[in-house]
Each structure stands twice: as structure tokens, then as C-alpha cells.
């Protein structure tokens, strides 16, 4: 067996052999029916106290759900859009590891916004290379969907459970922002601050990538354009901030939690950009092994509260996924899913942001930054509605809220405090269904075997 590997500052990680193998040994010792059980070594959980005890939220990369999920039932999904000339373009189809990326900074948002016409997507830049060349001079390259069956996992789950049609990305730019309110419901730099980090970190050439480099741990000169009340992005600063997360709610009330990434200092890796979560004991619950998951759940060591953030492989990202984002999420919901944690647990499948892909929705607008397009939130849960498509608004916040309701927590006092709770999507008076499984092209082996390097979500 490959020798595990150890670092000061990251912890513990597993190889991808080891974590095959271990995974391997605990489902033939620990029950039938394929069921990823426990060693004889381990008890199941304890019975919750409460009826969702584990909560996992999974957060893909740069997805609209008009691109992601065109003709699902019951869901406002447009089959073409309107562009700046006034002209109505048809939604065409594109692969979902297609080779061009678009724009999707804050001023690619106001672009498409338009002032709520919603006709701007055509001024979004696509990112092209001598490589996708072709591919990224088609015509109307904003205004494309993914085929269904390229995601057949995805419509699965979106059907069998709890759609969100009007799921809002909180913040109005890339991932940087988007990851900071998946965690605390603000980008804020300090707690009392009318400032938002508004874009991804930037840096001299000479510099390391500062995607991956970045937060409290990134070189001196890099900084992040921060956006103000009007809407000015003058300001900037180095990207390492210090005000409360969700994470501080939790660890109050002693209530586990992990976050489980591919790469440490990246953006994607929200506490790496907190100061207090980068440092002391609270970094032992990153774990730089995003296939960690499926081990700490069929090893009963699911944290109370987990996110869960794909290799690039695996991300939904244009130009680097290679087409597994569907497989890998079912992959953690099957293993939940046959595990003693299904009937307890929640389970939430978002995208960070948009993408810069067309969505005929216009957002509420609260202030300069808030809110941006729509992005998939699937419900998962034996409590979560069936075949259900909730048409209110949601937003990161809204994830961050229903956790602080669950566990009888304070509020954070930002999007969260605004937000709704999912309540809708939800009937906790129902008998708990039983988990089916759902089919996919590759299984929890196929990850957990993968000796592929971990790339970042993306690339851009």
C-alpha cells in the first residue's frame, strides 16, 4: 500500500491507491448489497437528534441552469435568448468539456444585465487558444446548452428531488467572491467593511499563478479589486480578509465540519482566504483531498457539515473538465445515498457562478454586487420534495441560513440574515424515502483509483 503523506501545514491525506484500496476493503467487510458499510472495528453514526444531522453541499463550477439543464419539466428553462441588436437567437448545443471559456467578471455581468433587458450576452468575450480556435469562433458562442443526455446524473436528481429555478448566484462575478459567500454570506474584507472583493485575484507576471496562490498564504504584491457601494472597483487589496464564517458558528457549538478540496491556496478554497480558518486548528478540517469524502463516508466520519469542491476533471468548467462533473457528484450522493447517513442528511448541488453563459432570468438587484444569474441548486435529502421545482428565490445565503436553522445557530448578520432557508423544498413531515441509486457513467471506484493530478476547477 502506498504510504500515506503528511504535511504541517495541510494535514493528513491519502494516496488515490490508498484510498481505493481502504474504500475496497470496507465495503466487503462491512455489508451486502453493495452498501459502502463499516468495518467490524467501526459502529454506524449514533441515531441524529434532529432529522437532518449531516448537511453536504457540493459546489460545481460556472453553470446557467438555461445551459445546464435545457428541458427539464416544469422549470423556467428558455430555448433561445435575445442579444444587443435586439435579435433572438436559438440555444444550440455544446459539449459540456467544451474547448472555449467566456467572460464572467463583474463588468461581463453588467454587459448581460443590460439594466434588467437582459440582452448583453453577445458582449461577453469568448476565451479562445489556437486550440479552440474553431470551436470559439462559432456563431452566438454565450447562447448554447448542454445536451441532457451528457448529464443524464444531473436530471436524475433534478427530477427525482427538488429543482430550483430561481437559485441566484449572491454575488455578480467569478469564483474568488462566489466561494467567500458560499461560506460566509459576504466577500467583505473585515466585518464592518462596505467593500466586496469583486473579482479574482491578480498578480505581477513574474508571480506564481494567483488562482492557485492566493488568500492569506498568496505573495506580497498580489491584491483583488474590491467593488463599492457605487460600484467602483478602484479599491484593492492583498486578498486575505477576517470576519465571521459559517465555520465560526459551527466550531461554537461544537459542530464538526470539513472542506474537502483538491488544491490548498486556491480560490476555490475559501478559508484560505480567512485568516483565522488558514491558521491554528481550524485548517485540520480542510482536507486537500477532495475523494477523502467517499472514504469519511463509508468509514462513518461524515462531518455535521461538509463542502465538497470537484478537481477541474470533475467541475462542470468549460475548457477543463474532461466531461466527469456528473459522474463524480453521483458518485458522493450514491455513497451517501447507501450509507446508515442517508436518512439524516441534506444534500445541496450548486455551481458557483454563471459562466458567462446566456440566462433569461434577471436577478433582484439589492445593491452594487448582489444579485447575480441564476446558477442549478438540485435538493437532495428523503425529505426533500419529489419531483418538485421550487420557483422562489434562493441565493448562497440561503444554503448558509438553512444551516444556521438546522443547528440552532446565530446569524452570520449578511446574506444569510436576508435570505430564505429552502424551506419550500423540503416536507419534514414526510416518511423519509428510500435512497434509489443513480446511474452514472463512472462509480466511486473510478475516482478513488484515479491516479490523474488533481487540477485546479478551472483555469480562467
Known sequence: MTMPRWSSRFGFCLSATSLGLLVTSLISCGGGGGQPGTSQAEAPPPPPSRKVEHVVVI?????????????????DIANSGVNSSGQTIPLTPVVLAGQYDLGHTHRDFESMYDGGRMDGADKIKAICTAKNAVNCAAPH??????????????????????????MFQTNQGPSFPAHQFIISGTSAPTADSDLFAAENPTGPLALKNPLTDTGCAAPPRETVALIDPDGDESAKQYPCFEHPTLMDLLDNQDISWRYYTPLAGSIWTAPNAIRHLGTGFEWANVILNQKQVLVDIATGHLSQVSWVIPSGQASDHPRINTGLGPSWVASVVNAIGSSPYWQHTAIFITWDDWGGWYDHVPPPIYDSY???????LIVVSPYARTNYVSHAVHDFGSILR?????????SLGYADSRADDLSDCFDFTRTPAQFEAVPAEHDAQFFLNDTSPPQPPDDD
Open 59 to 75: 459546489v460545481q463550477e460556472n453553470r446557467t441552469p438555461d445551459n445546464l439543464f435545457h428541458g427539464l419539466p416544469n422549470a
Open 141 to 166: 458562442p454565450q447562447f448554447r446548452y448542454v445536451e441532457p443526455s451528457e448529464v443524464e446524473p444531473y436530471f436524475q436528481l433534478a427530477e427525482k428531488y427538488t429543482f430550483a429555478d430561481r
Open 370 to 376: 448582489e444579485y447575480g444569474f441564476r446558477v442549478p
Open 402 to 410: 438553512f444551516i444556521e436553522n438546522n443547528y440552532d445557530l446565530t
